[in-house]
Every structure is written in C-alpha cells, then in structure tokens.
RNA sequence: GGGCGCGUGGCCAAGCCUGGAUAUGGCAACAGCCUCCUAAGCUGUAGAUCAGGGGUCCGAAUCCCCUCGCGCCCGCCA
C-alpha cells in the first residue's frame, strides 16, 4: 500500500532524476494550498543548467507517475495534485481488508510512558492534569505506531510534601477516618503553621526517620497517600486515563536500591571532607548531591535508582515533566547515558504551566481547580444542550462531551506553551474544540444511519472540488501519525484533526449524499466511511470520543 | 547575576526544528444563511509594524546577535 510519505518520495525520485540532490524538504504537502504536493525549487534555479527545460521534464514525468492528477508548473514550483479516487480507492481498501488505516506496523519494542506523577497530597488539579493528557495520548500515539507500551505512575510517597500530609492528619485530625477532603485540611493547616511558626523540625524529624527506613512511618504514610492516589485514578480514570504500573518512591530506600546506585556510580561520586555528604559534579552545571551528610538518599539518587528499574525493563523510556523539571531532565540524561552508559533511548517531554487570570494554580495555598469540577460543569453544559435541542440528554454522551472537551482544551496546545485556564474557554463548544469535531462524525453517522446502501461501486464522475480535497486530508492521516510519532507532539494530531473535520464540514455543506444518482452516492458513501474510521482511529490516540448522536 | 522556556490581529492558537507563493485558523464584533443528510454548523466584512533593533541571505515569523516583557531553574527540597 502506498501511503502520503511515500508519494512524496516517488515524487522526489522522479525530481531527483533530473536535478540532483532535490532535499527531502522541497517537496512536501502545500501548506498554502496551491496544490496537494508542491515542488519548491528555486533554489536550484542558480546551480542547475537548463533549469528551465529541467523543471518541465520534471513535471512531466511526475505527471505520468501512478495516483498523480496534474502537474503544474507555476514558476519554480511544481504543483501536483492527486488522483482523488485512487486515493479513495487506497484508503477504502486497507479499511475493508485490515479494518484500519494505515495498516503498518513497527517491530514492537517495549516503551515506557511515566506521566501524572504528581505528589498526592489532593485532588488532581487542571495544571496537573496537563501531564496526564499530554502522556496518556503519546502513550496511545506509541502504541498506535505499534510498540508495546506501558504506562506508570511514579508515585512520591517519601519527601516533604507527604510527610507533611501525614503530620496534618495526625496534628489536627487523628482518629477520624481519613478521606480526601479531612487530609486536604490537615495538608493546608500544617503548611500554615509552618508559616507561622517558621519552624518545620517535626517534619524534619519525620523525614529522617522515613529515609532511614522506619517502617511504621513509611507504612502509614503509604497508607494515607494511598487514599489521594485513589481519588486522582479515580479522576483521570473519567478521562479515559488509566495506568498500568505504579512504583512507590519507598520501595527505592526499603529495597537498597539507592545503595546500589552509590556503588554503580562510586567512580564518579566526591565526598565532601568535612561532613561526608556525597556528590557528583556535572560538567556545566553544578554539584548534584545523591547522599546527605546524615547518610540519606535524595530525589535524584531514587529517581537513578527508578530509571535503572526502568531501562532493566524497556527498550525507551519517555518521562512527562513540568517545565521547573528541565534541568532534572538534563541530570538525568547525563547520568544515564554517560556515567551509567545505557544505551536506552530516554526522551523527556515538558510542558508549561497552566495559570489562573489572578495567577499560579497551587493545592497548597488553595487556589486550584480541580479537574473534577471542570468536568462536572461540562458534564452539565452537555445536557444543557441536548436539552434545548432534543429535549432530553442522554448521560452516557454527557460524559464522553465532558472528557473529549477537557483533554482536547489541553492537548491541542504546544506543550512548552503556557496556558491561561478561562472557564469561558475550557467550556467553550464552538469553533476550535472537541464537540466541532465530534459534531462533524454526527453528521457522518447521520448519513450513514439514512442511506438505505452501505456502498458500492463508484467512479471519479461529478466530484466535487470539497471531496478530493477531503480525500488527500484523509491520505495524509500516516503523514501526521509520523510526523507526531518522530517529535512525541500529540498536539500534531490535534490541529490534523481540526483541519481533517473543517474539510469534512466543507463537503457536507457542499456535497447531497443520500438523494444522489448511484455511482456518485457511492463514492460519497465511500468518503464518510474512511472518514468515520480515521477520524476514530486519530481521536481515539487524544482520547476523544465519538458519538452518533449529540 | 548565570541558564532555560515563552512573546504571532482586541483575545486564543498554527506555522519556527528543516528560510521561499498574498502569515493559517478559532473566539469576540458586524452583515447574512435552516420548506434541504443534526445551525455544536456555514458564508461574507473588518482587524497583524509576526515584542523591538541589528545581522546573514536573492529571500527571514522561521537562522544568528543584542535589547525589552512574562515565567521557570540555579537546595545535603521534591
């Protein structure tokens, strides 16, 4: 089967046959819709003797080329356009023989997505969940381009944070049952007394009993962040979100794990003279410590510790941070590959903070939004609007508008990007969203479900300018899968997505479907298919979820 | 102070890696479109010194340098 990247190169080969060492680059799908193709070579029109006769032999050979239209020249350019219905034919026939397209596949190496990861001392607020939106999708993107991956969550229980947690529930709420909410304002008292006072030696105290290895702490610990953990799963699990492994911080320092780092790295590691404490220096950077003066590990040493375990276990290995992580990022990968020398593939991905209007997100100091209450407005703006077009609302539909809009609002922008959160944008239906797109595989189904056929055969006869366009977007679906695959940028598929509904959008308004003569009802019939199944397939690596009726 | 990220119409994004055709969309605004497969849609109008300045180049939103603004990092915290 030939997919659009595969197009191109034919293309280049055919162009290269003439001029030589064409780049890869200049011949690409038009951004500028001119064309579906477009050769762009002026830059060889200096170099390249009989430029001029060289560029029309170019354009036709390409034209004589299988799938190819036309070929224009205009300039030093050469637009091309494809054959709409052997295209149509490509897609149509991988969809009715492997159910899927594309249907190509990578040798399966294990990959691992670490994503969420975040400390649970509360529920899982929209900055948060940035992370998890952002790795659920690569994760679902990797998979999709044929690896085996799993998904983890790194979950801190040791450190500050969370012995700060249990101290909380302990100071102001010992004995009562512990739940989310009862722990959340212990988290918040303690924090202000810390405030207050200035000082944290009880915490301290806790945290050096903890790293030690005191086993009734760090049971009792776990045991309260198993309760947060439980209700951020919860949470994610409603945005179609799951995990596949959980690796608790403890297990590192229980294990002696962190002592097997200290040996693994002892040729690199200084001793400072005075106390003890032991670190390595990196070149560029700065000393990064790995054990305290009192013999403890730190952060870094049982994050080593966490991507030996990793490595031990898969092939690559992708890590989503917030970008106060970027430098950790650089720790780690030097510490890998060239102290450790793994020859693993480990890829960080960062994104920017999602800030209020009024400023920073912080469970700490109470000025976050919950991803759940997020969800539950859209959740209600959904049926609203079933209402008062139907009259009733189904629930299930609801729900799947409600988790579809919320990961969409955060995975269609750049991740490195910082976001603003405006109710009035993450409510937002209209225009650039999750429900456009949905709304247009409505309008698909709709067709579908009236049309007495499901298809037949069809010819190229009255097509529509709006359904080969709609049909070379639908081609370029393996282009955009790879292109998002090659830079892990599932926000790729996003804009792919919008672009793919706005075509679709276009040929509904333009093109009758059901109440046309054979041969062209067929074909058209043969469009909404593909599209109903590409569109599936790409929404399903975003997590969105379609529908037949909203 | 050093390092990193971000800056694109009133607002929000795409494009930047890999320079090339009149900078692409959405929201908001204005004017229109439902006897017709779902109007969560569509059409049209208006709106941009691509933060600013310099440089490289035949050609810069894109590459380089400087400046400004916002954010982050620079712990024996995580």
New binding site residues.
């Given amino acids: 089967m030939l997919l659009f990247q595969d197009m191109l190169e034919l293309i280049r080969s055919e162009a290269r046959r003439f001029i030589d060492g064409i780049e890869e ?1 200049e011949v690409i799908f ?3 819709e ?2 579906h193709i ?1 050769l ?1 070579l ?2 060889y029109s200096r170099s390249v003797d009989d430029f001029d006769s060289k560029l029309d032999s170019i354009c036709e050979g390409i034209g004589k080329l299988k799938f190819v239209g036309s070929a224009k020249r ?2 030093a ?1 050469i ?1 091309v356009n494809l054959e709409p219905l052997t295209v149509l034919r490509t897609i149509s026939e991988s969809i009715e023989t492997a159910g899927i397209f594309p249907d190509s596949f990578q040798d399966p190496e294990r990959v691992s997505v670490e994503h969420t990861s975040t ?1 649970p001392t509360g529920p899982i607020h929209m900055g948060r969940v940035r992370n998890s939106i952002i790795g659920d999708s690569v994760a679902r993107l990797i998979a999709r381009y044929g690896y085996r991956v799993t998904t983890q969550y790194y979950v ?1 229980d ?4 969370m012995l700060s947690l249990y101290l909380g529930y302990r100071k102001f709420h010992d004995g009562e049952k512990p739940t989310v909410p009862i722990l959340l304002d212990g988290y918040l008292k303690i924090y202000s007394l810390f405030e207050k006072e200035g000082n944290e030696k009880e915490v301290e105290d806790l ?1 050096e009993r903890y ?1 030690k290895g005191d086993e009734e702490i760090i049971r009792n610990v776990r045991e309260i962040a198993t309760i947060v953990l439980d209700s951020i799963v919860e949470d994610l699990a409603r945005l179609h979100i799951k995990f596949d492994e959980f690796t608790w ?1 403890s297990e590192f320092i229980t294990t002696g794990e962190t002592k097997e780092v200290m040996k693994r790295l002892s040729t690199s590691i200084q001793t ?1 003279p ?2 003890g ?1 032991r670190y390595i220096d990196i070149p560029g950077l ?2 990064i ?1 790995l054990e ?3 013999g403890t590990s ?3 040493t049982r994050d080593i510790a966490y991507h030996m375990y990793k490595f031990s276990q898969y092939d690559r290995c992708i890590v989503i941070l917030g ?6 990022g650089k720790i780690m990968t030097y510490i890998m590959h060239d102290l450790l020398e793994y020859k693993n593939q480990l890829d960080f991905l960062f994104y ?2 999602v800030n209020l209007e009024s400023g ?1 997100m912080s469970t700490r100091k109470g000025t976050s939004i919950p991803v759940r209450e997020v969800y539950d407005k859209l959740v209600e703006k ?1 049926k609203n ?2 209402i008062s ?1 139907y009259g009733n609302a189904s629930d299930e539909t609801a729900h799947k ?1 409600a988790s579809s809009s919320l990961r969409f609002y955060l995975v ?3 991740p ?5 959160f405006k109710w009035e ?1 993450a409510l ?5 969203t999750a ?2 797109i949905m ?1 247009s595989y ?2 698909a ?3 579908m479900d ?2 007495a056929s499901t298809g037949g055969k069809y010819s190229g006869e009255e097509m529509h300018e709006s359904e080969g366009d709609l049909i070379i977007h639908l081609y370029q679906y393996p282009y955009r899968l790879k292109e998002a695959y090659m ?1 892990l ?1 599932p ?2 598929l996003a ?1 792919y997505l ?1 672009v793919l509904s ?1 075509k679709f ?2 040929f ?2 333009n ?5 046309q003569p054979d041969p062209v009802r067929n074909r058209r019939i043969e469009i909404i298919k593909s599209y109903m199944k590409i569109l599936e397939d790409c929404s399903d690596i975003l997590g969105i979820t379609n ?4």
Avoid at 158 to 161: C, D, L
Avoid at 428 to 432: L, Q
């Fill in positions: 680059k038009d951004p500028t001119h064309a477009t762009r002026i830059k205009e300039g350019y637009n400390n801190n040791s450190g500050k944070q945290m790293e911080e400072n005075d106390d404490a700065r000393k410590y305290r003066r009192n730190l952060y870094v970008e106060d992580h970027r430098e950790h920017g903070y920073k959904a609007e079933m077009r508008i269609k922008i750049n490195s990007k910082p976001i603003t944008d937002d239906f209209n225009g650039e429900p456009f709304y409505t309008r189904a709709s067709i009236k049309a830079s940028k926000e790729v804009n919008l706005k959008t276009k509904y308004e093109c009758r479907v059901i109440d529908v037949r009726k909203m």
